[in-house]
């Protein structure tokens, strides 16, 4: 809850953010030197950052972060093609300085999300669209590094899930149930 309040308030404050020099607060985070610095909530201390290359003549946007709590660290980061098209981003859920969930993207539409769980640092959980939409996840409950649970989508909506109860990395022919 706390995230979606804070991505709430990032979304609007947005729309009225100020460039500010990046001489003010924390230190510049790794990753962004040279990046653009915006104060969305006013206190004076980038909250978002835009980085820029040159290509063929023109600046184009190549990253984007956002500090989505204002406690001075990154939260979400947002990498670009040279064409500026949007190809995946990387979130801190939980605010631990650690990559949570990293969404891929295709034709700005999502096409794969990976989802640590447990918060181990290891995606656990994975995530398939299509334009989109979900068709499928598959997730490693256990922890041993196999997948042993998927999900079956139509239309975005779950219609089976199947498990694998004897460690084979393949579901049971009984494992599956129709929702």
């Not at 820029?52 to 947002?78: P, S």
């Amino acid at each position: 809850m706390k995230w979606m309040i804070a991505t709430t308030a990032l979304l609007v404050a947005c729309g009225s953010s100020q460039q500010v020099s990046t001489n003010k607060g924390p230190k510049m985070p790794a990753g962004l030197e040279g990046a653009q610095a915006f104060d969305i909530n006013g206190d004076g201390v980038p909250d978002v950052w835009k980085v820029f290359a040159e290509q063929d003549g023109k600046q184009v946007l190549t990253k984007k972060a956002f500090d989505i709590n204002f406690d001075g660290k990154v939260d979400v980061w947002r990498f670009y093609s040279v064409e500026g098209v949007l190809e995946r981003d990387r979130m801190d859920m939980d605010f631990d300085g650690k990559v949570d969930v990293t969404t891929f993207y295709e034709g700005d539409l999502v096409a794969r999300k990976e989802v640590d769980i447990e918060f181990d640092e290891k995606p656990d959980l994975f995530k398939y669209f299509d334009k989109g939409v979900i068709v499928r996840a598959e997730a490693d409950t256990d922890g041993d590094g196999r997948i042993d649970y998927w999900e079956q989508y139509e239309e975005g909506t779950l219609k089976r899930r199947g498990t694998d109860e004897d460690g084979d990395g393949k579901p049971d022919p009984d494992g599956w149930r129709d929702v």
